[in-house]
Protein backbone atom coordinates (compact mmCIF):
# COMPACT_ATOMS: atom_id res chain seq x y z
CA UNK A 1 0.00 0.00 0.00
CA UNK A 2 1.11 3.38 -0.57
CA UNK A 3 2.22 5.50 2.29
CA UNK A 4 -0.19 8.49 1.23
CA UNK A 5 -3.16 7.59 -0.58
CA UNK A 6 -5.35 10.37 -2.51
CA UNK A 7 -8.56 9.94 -3.30
CA UNK A 8 -10.05 10.20 -5.79
CA UNK A 9 -7.32 9.64 -8.74
CA UNK A 10 -9.39 11.68 -10.76
CA UNK A 11 -12.64 13.15 -10.94
CA UNK A 12 -15.10 15.72 -13.07
CA UNK A 13 -17.47 18.38 -11.13
CA UNK A 14 -19.57 21.35 -12.26
CA UNK A 15 -19.26 24.43 -12.00
CA UNK A 16 -20.85 25.37 -8.64
CA UNK A 17 -20.37 21.62 -7.36
CA UNK A 18 -18.95 21.08 -3.54
CA UNK A 19 -16.01 18.51 -3.96
CA UNK A 20 -13.94 16.81 -1.68
CA UNK A 21 -10.10 15.17 -1.54
CA UNK A 22 -9.44 13.12 0.51
CA UNK A 23 -6.08 12.22 1.86
CA UNK A 24 -4.79 9.58 4.38
CA UNK A 25 -1.22 8.50 5.06
CA UNK A 26 0.29 5.43 6.89
CA UNK A 27 4.02 7.74 7.43
CA UNK A 28 3.01 8.57 11.04
CA UNK A 29 4.10 11.63 10.03
CA UNK A 30 2.60 14.82 11.67
CA UNK A 31 2.53 17.57 9.27
CA UNK A 32 0.69 17.32 6.19
CA UNK A 33 -0.07 19.67 2.94
CA UNK A 34 -1.96 20.39 0.12
CA UNK A 35 -0.60 21.78 -2.69
CA UNK A 36 -1.80 22.86 -6.80
CA UNK A 37 0.27 21.90 -9.81
CA UNK A 38 -0.52 23.55 -12.79
CA UNK A 39 1.27 23.17 -16.15
CA UNK A 40 4.01 26.07 -15.72
CA UNK A 41 3.59 27.36 -12.82
CA UNK A 42 5.08 24.30 -10.22
CA UNK A 43 3.23 23.60 -6.93
CA UNK A 44 1.44 26.01 -5.16
CA UNK A 45 0.83 25.73 -1.02
CA UNK A 46 -2.71 25.75 -0.46
CA UNK A 47 -3.09 24.73 3.19
CA UNK A 48 -0.31 22.97 6.01
CA UNK A 49 -1.51 21.45 9.02
CA UNK A 50 1.80 20.73 11.26
CA UNK A 51 -0.95 18.52 13.81
CA UNK A 52 -4.89 18.13 14.44
CA UNK A 53 -5.48 21.55 16.10
CA UNK A 54 -3.30 23.36 13.75
CA UNK A 55 -4.51 24.92 10.43
CA UNK A 56 -2.63 27.48 8.43
CA UNK A 57 -3.32 29.14 5.28
CA UNK A 58 -0.88 28.81 2.05
CA UNK A 59 -0.29 31.17 -0.62
CA UNK A 60 -3.45 30.27 -2.43
CA UNK A 61 -5.89 29.33 0.35
CA UNK A 62 -8.77 31.06 -1.87
CA UNK A 63 -11.88 29.26 -2.74
CA UNK A 64 -10.78 26.01 -1.07
CA UNK A 65 -10.83 24.55 3.01
CA UNK A 66 -9.47 21.53 4.73
CA UNK A 67 -10.15 19.79 7.63
CA UNK A 68 -7.64 17.33 9.59
CA UNK A 69 -9.93 14.59 11.16
CA UNK A 70 -6.96 12.50 12.89
CA UNK A 71 -3.25 12.80 12.29
CA UNK A 72 -3.09 10.37 9.71
CA UNK A 73 -6.41 12.30 7.45
CA UNK A 74 -6.20 15.97 5.84
CA UNK A 75 -8.96 16.74 3.21
CA UNK A 76 -9.59 19.31 0.76
CA UNK A 77 -12.66 20.89 0.07
CA UNK A 78 -13.61 23.46 -2.61
CA UNK A 79 -16.72 24.97 -1.74
CA UNK A 80 -18.23 25.65 -4.98
CA UNK A 81 -15.83 24.50 -7.43
CA UNK A 82 -14.82 27.25 -10.44
CA UNK A 83 -13.32 26.33 -13.84
CA UNK A 84 -9.87 27.71 -13.02
CA UNK A 85 -9.37 25.18 -10.07
CA UNK A 86 -9.16 22.54 -12.51
CA UNK A 87 -5.96 21.58 -11.99
CA UNK A 88 -3.66 18.75 -10.17
CA UNK A 89 -3.43 18.26 -6.56
CA UNK A 90 -1.13 16.93 -4.14
CA UNK A 91 -1.10 15.76 -0.82
CA UNK A 92 2.44 15.40 1.22
CA UNK A 93 3.64 14.53 4.70
CA UNK A 94 6.46 15.38 6.47
CA UNK A 95 8.30 15.87 10.03
CA UNK A 96 9.58 18.21 12.13
CA UNK A 97 13.76 17.74 11.70
CA UNK A 98 12.68 16.19 8.52
CA UNK A 99 11.85 18.70 5.52
CA UNK A 100 11.62 16.43 2.62
CA UNK A 101 8.11 15.67 1.94
CA UNK A 102 6.27 12.43 1.05
CA UNK A 103 3.80 13.31 -1.63
CA UNK A 104 0.87 11.48 -2.87
CA UNK A 105 -0.22 10.49 -6.97
CA UNK A 106 -2.21 13.28 -6.72
CA UNK A 107 -5.58 13.86 -8.03
CA UNK A 108 -6.39 15.14 -10.92
CA UNK A 109 -9.52 17.64 -10.93
CA UNK A 110 -11.53 19.21 -13.78
CA UNK A 111 -14.22 21.55 -13.19
CA UNK A 112 -17.06 21.93 -16.30
CA UNK B 1 5.39 35.88 -5.63
CA UNK B 2 7.84 33.36 -7.03
CA UNK B 3 10.21 32.52 -3.85
CA UNK B 4 12.39 29.95 -6.41
CA UNK B 5 12.86 30.91 -10.12
CA UNK B 6 14.14 27.76 -11.98
CA UNK B 7 15.65 27.68 -15.50
CA UNK B 8 15.25 26.48 -17.94
CA UNK B 9 11.39 25.61 -18.60
CA UNK B 10 12.46 22.52 -20.68
CA UNK B 11 15.73 20.98 -21.37
CA UNK B 12 16.51 18.20 -24.24
CA UNK B 13 20.13 16.68 -23.82
CA UNK B 14 21.26 13.52 -25.86
CA UNK B 15 22.01 10.18 -23.73
CA UNK B 16 25.39 10.87 -22.18
CA UNK B 17 25.23 14.13 -22.03
CA UNK B 18 25.35 16.30 -19.12
CA UNK B 19 21.94 18.25 -17.98
CA UNK B 20 21.78 21.68 -15.96
CA UNK B 21 19.02 23.13 -13.95
CA UNK B 22 19.45 25.77 -12.18
CA UNK B 23 17.36 27.77 -9.56
CA UNK B 24 17.73 30.99 -7.50
CA UNK B 25 16.36 32.33 -4.22
CA UNK B 26 16.07 35.44 -2.08
CA UNK B 27 14.97 35.06 1.49
CA UNK B 28 18.11 33.98 2.78
CA UNK B 29 16.01 32.07 5.54
CA UNK B 30 15.43 29.12 3.32
CA UNK B 31 17.72 26.25 4.77
CA UNK B 32 17.05 23.46 3.35
CA UNK B 33 17.45 23.32 -0.83
CA UNK B 34 15.52 19.53 -2.18
CA UNK B 35 15.33 18.59 -5.48
CA UNK B 36 12.32 16.48 -6.73
CA UNK B 37 11.17 14.42 -10.03
CA UNK B 38 8.32 13.80 -11.15
CA UNK B 39 7.11 11.47 -13.54
CA UNK B 40 4.04 11.68 -15.87
CA UNK B 41 1.08 10.51 -13.39
CA UNK B 42 2.96 10.01 -10.60
CA UNK B 43 3.65 12.54 -7.46
CA UNK B 44 7.10 14.21 -7.03
CA UNK B 45 9.38 11.93 -5.23
CA UNK B 46 12.77 13.56 -3.30
CA UNK B 47 15.88 13.35 -5.62
CA UNK B 48 18.83 14.77 -3.87
CA UNK B 49 18.97 17.92 -0.71
CA UNK B 50 21.46 19.78 0.53
CA UNK B 51 22.02 22.55 3.12
CA UNK B 52 23.55 25.68 3.31
CA UNK B 53 26.70 24.81 4.99
CA UNK B 54 27.30 22.40 1.85
CA UNK B 55 28.62 23.59 -1.59
CA UNK B 56 28.18 20.20 -3.09
CA UNK B 57 26.28 16.89 -2.52
CA UNK B 58 26.55 13.79 -5.17
CA UNK B 59 24.38 11.04 -5.34
CA UNK B 60 25.24 8.83 -7.98
CA UNK B 61 25.20 10.65 -11.25
CA UNK B 62 22.98 13.73 -9.31
CA UNK B 63 25.06 16.61 -8.20
CA UNK B 64 23.99 19.56 -6.04
CA UNK B 65 25.73 22.47 -6.74
CA UNK B 66 25.34 25.83 -3.95
CA UNK B 67 26.53 28.83 -4.16
CA UNK B 68 25.56 30.71 -1.09
CA UNK B 69 26.66 34.17 -1.72
CA UNK B 70 24.70 34.52 -4.63
CA UNK B 71 21.59 32.49 -3.82
CA UNK B 72 21.78 29.89 -6.23
CA UNK B 73 21.66 26.28 -6.61
CA UNK B 74 21.79 23.75 -9.48
CA UNK B 75 21.18 20.04 -10.53
CA UNK B 76 23.93 17.93 -11.95
CA UNK B 77 22.66 14.98 -14.21
CA UNK B 78 25.83 13.29 -15.59
CA UNK B 79 25.87 10.53 -18.02
CA UNK B 80 22.11 11.54 -18.84
CA UNK B 81 19.97 8.46 -19.83
CA UNK B 82 16.62 8.48 -21.17
CA UNK B 83 15.04 7.17 -17.77
CA UNK B 84 15.66 10.48 -16.65
CA UNK B 85 13.10 12.19 -18.92
CA UNK B 86 11.12 13.88 -16.24
CA UNK B 87 10.46 17.08 -14.75
CA UNK B 88 12.76 18.40 -12.41
CA UNK B 89 11.64 21.22 -9.44
CA UNK B 90 13.62 22.84 -7.13
CA UNK B 91 12.45 24.10 -3.79
CA UNK B 92 13.61 25.63 -0.49
CA UNK B 93 12.12 25.59 3.06
CA UNK B 94 10.93 28.44 4.77
CA UNK B 95 10.91 26.52 8.69
CA UNK B 96 6.83 25.66 7.94
CA UNK B 97 6.71 24.04 3.80
CA UNK B 98 8.55 23.85 0.63
CA UNK B 99 8.43 26.41 -1.75
CA UNK B 100 9.00 25.16 -5.04
CA UNK B 101 10.25 26.19 -8.39
CA UNK B 102 8.16 26.10 -11.70
CA UNK B 103 9.33 22.79 -13.12
CA UNK B 104 11.76 22.03 -15.87
CA UNK B 105 10.59 19.12 -18.35
CA UNK B 106 13.87 17.20 -19.14
CA UNK B 107 13.91 14.94 -22.17
CA UNK B 108 17.06 12.61 -22.81
CA UNK B 109 16.97 11.56 -26.23
CA UNK B 110 18.56 8.11 -27.49
Known amino acids: DADVTQTPRNRITKTGKRIMLECSQTKGHDRMYWYRQDPGLGLRLIYYSFDVKDINKGEISDGYSVSRQAQAKFSLSLESAIPNQTALYFC???????????FGSGTRLTVV | QQQVKQSPQSLIVQKGGISIINCAYENTAFDYFPWYQQFPGKGPALLIAIRPDVSEKKEGRFTISFNKSAKQFSLHIMDSQPGDSATYFCAAFSGYALNFGKGTSLLVTP
Open chain 1, 92 to 102: ATGRRGLEGYT
